[in-house]
């Protein structure tokens, strides 16, 4: 029996309704017959990053989202651009994750759907391949203007974004199903 790759797809906006997490239930609902995407959108509530409790008792919400990494086959990061920069809590979540090697070689995509997002964006890209994460230009994606590719009904409407989502979706699904390691079940 066939089991559909499981990607944990992290939410960087602080913002209940905000277009990134718009996006990544569109993706989920575009992929559905192949990836099991689990929205984590809940980067609030991880404590902010203390080194001394890093590798020694280290708070549980931590743990539980470095096992959602660990187990996941593969990550996509869908976040907006804050200040020309990631959200704090996208990098206080990563952070969390840097003594460890749970991102170390995971397929990933990294989306930045923002304004503008190019600094962000670039600041992300720096940071997962410090965290060692495996991804290529094809599974990056930014995308400015967010706002305005998105109807009233927060229905994704722009066909150049449209094209380049299913484009990177494409790549990605290809690359995590390489990678992609046998669970217990």
């Not at 990061?77 to 994750?97: D, M, Q, R």
């Amino acid at each position: 029996m066939h089991q559909n790759s499981r990607i944990l797809a992290i939410i960087g906006s602080a913002s209940k309704n905000s277009s990134n997490l718009l996006l990544v239930k569109w993706i989920a609902e575009r992929m559905k017959n192949s990836l099991d995407l689990h929205i984590f959108n809940d980067l609030k509530m991880l404590p902010h990053f203390d080194p001394e409790l890093s590798l020694e008792n280290t708070p549980q919400t931590i743990l539980d989202f470095r096992t959602m990494v660990h187990e996941a086959d593969g990550i996509l990061i869908c976040t907006p651009e804050y200040v020309f920069s990631i959200p704090s809590g996208l990098k206080n979540a990563i952070e969390w994750c840097i003594s460890t090697t749970v991102f170390s070689d995971k397929p990933t995509s990294l989306i930045t759907a923002s304004a503008q997002g190019e600094k962000g964006h670039e600041e992300l890209k720096m940071i997962m391949k410090t965290a060692m994460c495996r991804f290529q230009p094809e599974t990056t994606l930014l995308i400015q203007g967010i706002r305005g590719k998105v109807d009233h009904k927060e229905n994704l409407t722009d066909p150049g974004t449209i094209t380049e989502l299913n484009h990177l979706l494409k790549v990605f699904s290809e690359m995590v199903k390489q990678n992609k390691i046998p669970h217990d079940s």
